[in-house]
């Protein structure tokens, strides 16, 4: 029997566990604070102070808590599950929502079902390794299935890999959402226009010539975001648009070997606190990503009016219009197609402008934020009207 649960709303607690802070999973959970603290929900975000997360969460009314937890299992894991279940204990939510892997471990660890939990893993962390890792990964996720009242993936391809990993669980897709009041075209028809004001109003492109072919790529700088592949690929790309120019805008663990290799016509922005300008100020966004669930940044890009080029992984080809497949698709980890692609699109104008409109449109159509809200307070209701589980196992201590 059902037990009487309250409806996303007022009285209604959530406690977002996050780990990493940075990137599209802090935007993500930073979008959906705004709506539901909107709503008048009570928010908690739980995640380490590194980042910006937890002053993002604070300035928009969500409670705050500071969560000692690295990227990767360590020893210290036993006391990361330890404060989840003590934040649990004493905030007692409705719904703890667990983004990412390491969150998604520790929090399933820690509550073991006796809380409705959500895990959204933004990306499989099978994927990110091979061998006997990614063996145990996958027998992790598959047995945490148990303690999940629903999985939430950005893509329906980054479902149907979960299902063939034998991860057998309820399942929910929403696909990631974009602000498109924050992330928009210049206003102005004006195409060449817009791109020479936005670049002027970025001190590392001032001095750039409006007309010079500019590529940028939005993301952290790691083997995840395959800048590297783009390394590799740019030298293919000067060989026919000698004039361009690649920006990488973002910071990571990978920012030194890739400085190492990168050659002048590279730029290194470093983060950036609003990414809506390199957007604005690009002729191409690229992100050359080994894997994804399905990565924000194309869906700001398009919403910004930009052309974006993808390698071909999980949430991909949701992300883009389907007429753009055969232009906008690059095989993952293949430089040489990547150099390709660049290059056709830097070559044609016309058709950048055209596929601007059309990825413009199907982001404010398909990708809009508040859809996204919409359907995790749905999936909220479901799993706080479900059994409180409690033959389960009792919260860890």
Known sequence: MRSPRPSPG???????????????VARVVADLVRAQIGVGMRVVVACPGGGQLAADAAALGAETEIWHAT??????????????????????????????AKAGFAGRLAVRGRIPTVFQPHAWSFEAVSGTTAALARGWERLAARWTARVVCVSEAERDRGERAGVRAPWSVVHNGVDADRFRPADTADGLAATAAARAALPQLAQLPPDT????????????????????????????VPQARLVLVGDGPDARSLRESAPPSVLFAGAARDTAPWYRAADLVVLPSRWEGMAVAPLEAMASGRTVLLSDVDGARESLPPGQWAHCLAAPDDHAATATAITALLRDRPL???FGRQGHEHVLSTYDVRRTASAIADVYSDVAAGPRLEHREPIAQ
């Open 213 to 240: 072919p500019l590529v940028t790529c939005v993301g952290r700088l790691c083997r995840q975001k395959g800048q590297d592949i783009l390394l590799r690929a740019w030298p293919l790309v000067l060989k026919d």
């Open 352 to 354: 950048r402008e055209e």
């Open 71 to 100: 990227r990767d299992p360590g020893v210290g894991l036993p006391a990361e599950i330890r404060r989840v279940a003590e934040l649990v204990g004493r905030i007692r939510p409705d719904v703890v929502h667990a983004h990412s």
């Open 10 to 24: 007022p009285g209604f607690t959530v406690l977002h566990l996050v780990q990493p802070v940075d990137g599209g």
